[in-house]
Every structure is written in C-alpha cells, then in structure tokens.
C-alpha cells in the first residue's frame, strides 16, 4: 500500500498503518499507544507527521465529528458515512444512503460540482441506549 502511493516504507509508518486499519476510527492517542506496543518509544510528533502524511496520500482518511478528537480510518475512497454515540463516542460505519458517492443529492448544487457528501448521523449506540432505558 506504501509503495502504491509513493510513500518510503518505514517501520512507523508500517506500524501506523496497520494499527488504523486494525482499529478503524481510533483516535491519536489509542494509534499512539498501538504503535509504542509495537516499536518501542515513538514520539507523538512522529506519529501525527505519519498520520497527515498517509492522510495526504489518501491512504487514510481522517473524520472529525463536531465534539469529537480527530479520528483516523483506512476505509477510503467509497464516501461513507458514520453512525456516532451521543454517550460513550463510538464510531460505525453506514454505506452510502444510496448509490454512489455523493450520494445525497444537493437541493441546489449553486452550479459546483459535487463529489462528496458528508453525513453524520447521531444517537444512541445498543449498549448507551440499553443502559438508558
Ligand atoms: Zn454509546
Ligand atoms: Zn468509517
């Protein structure tokens, strides 16, 4: 995947990677302590700069919903959504509402061409709205 995108391979960025893709919608602080379990001592400088430069590569994608830290994903390129706790801030995956990205329609597109809708829905996850009830 590195290499498909250009990117030097090393050891943190290795380690990054596969810590995002074996967590998806982490945030810093648990791909940070993912990577440590995994290299040792790693500054969290590197790995912020590991992450905006996969980021920028488009072999992760990062999703920030309002409130929540930035988190990080190895599911790209396919426009979907996400399903986000009120309670506890856990983060689920939802498929395009429907077809192809972007898949909602703007009522009035104001003449741009649109290739990305970005929707997040809200509510309470099973185990935050079972405690609720
Ligand atoms: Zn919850
Ligand atoms: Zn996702």
Redesign the pocket.
């Known amino acids: 995947m590195l290499r498909g995108a250009s990117l030097r391979v090393t050891r943190p960025r290795v380690a990054v990677l596969s810590a995002v893709h074996d967590k998806?919608?982490a945030d810093t602080a648990s791909i940070i302590g993912a990577v440590r379990t995994e290299l040792g001592e790693v500054s969290h400088q590197a790995v912020y700069d590991v992450l905006r430069a996969l980021t920028t590569a488009g072999l992760v994608r990062c999703?920030q919903p309002p409130g929540s830290l930035a988190r990080y994903?190895s599911?790209v390129g396919d426009n979907?959504h996400?399903v986000v706790c009120r309670s506890c801030g856990v983060i689920a995956?939802v498929d395009c509402a429907v077809g192809e990205a972007p898949c909602l329609t703007a009522s009035d597109s104001h003449g741009f061409v649109i290739d990305e809708a970005e929707v997040v829905y809200w509510g309470l996850c099973p185990a935050c709205s079972t405690a609720a009830a």
């Open positions: 998806p919608h999703i994903e599911r979907h996400h995956d």
